[in-house]
């Protein structure tokens, strides 16, 4: 398989990045909204916010396609008036960073529930250690650091790990992902089988 990324793979990162920058900025009213319940429920969902990352890995499966749609995924959000301003691309790029790890960790050749489950644990990191650098969590009792810590990574396993991975196994089985990937040795056995 070729790991060097061809246009049609960064424009249909593009394509998906721009796609999750309108959801992106359409969560950010909702996790505002879920804030109001207190004891960071808001955490819960803050996953979505790294999903871009997943499910575009998931479907080109090539390194530095988590890291391209986390960032344009940001840059969309922002250029769509984000509440948070510049300091989207920020997030987007260690959140990006922190799923291309994973993936490289695995050398970009897994393509599994818990390697996708492990690539939310890595944006997860990113974007705490980006909340420590702006100060936003670093004042927080240790009781309420650590359930706002154990709910954004029950979260972001939730939506950026299970739910990428049950997404794109149901775009899979439409035969759409199919398009943008090369062909492996079990499109060849099972188009031997039909032919025999």
Not at 47 to 74: D, S
Request: proline share 2%.
């Amino acid at each position: 398989m070729k790991k060097s990324l061809t246009l049609t793979d960064i424009l249909i990162t593009i394509v998906i990045a721009f796609i999750f920058s309108v959801i992106y900025k359409l969560w950010g009213p909702l996790y505002s909204l879920v804030g109001v319940f207190g004891l960071h429920v808001d955490q819960l969902i803050y996953g979505m916010w790294f999903m871009a990352a997943t499910v575009a890995f998931l479907i080109i499966r090539k390194p530095g396609i988590a890291l391209l749609a986390e960032l344009a995924a940001a840059q969309g959000e922002f250029l769509f008036g984000g509440q948070w301003g510049i300091s989207l691309l920020l997030y987007g790029l260690v959140q990006g960073v922190g799923c291309e790890l994973v993936f490289a960790m695995y050398r970009y050749k897994s393509y599994r529930l818990y390697v996708t489950c492990l690539a939310a644990v890595g944006a997860t990191i990113g974007s705490l250690l980006l909340d420590v650098f702006y100060g936003y969590i670093d004042s927080l009792a240790a009781w309420n650091l650590t359930l706002l810590i154990v709910n954004r990574l029950i979260g972001a396993i939730l939506i950026t790990g299970v739910f990428a991975y049950y997404l794109v196994e149901a775009l899979d089985k439409t035969g759409v992902t199919k398009a943008f990937r090369p062909i492996s040795q079990d499109d060849y056995q099972m188009l031997e089988d039909e032919v025999n």
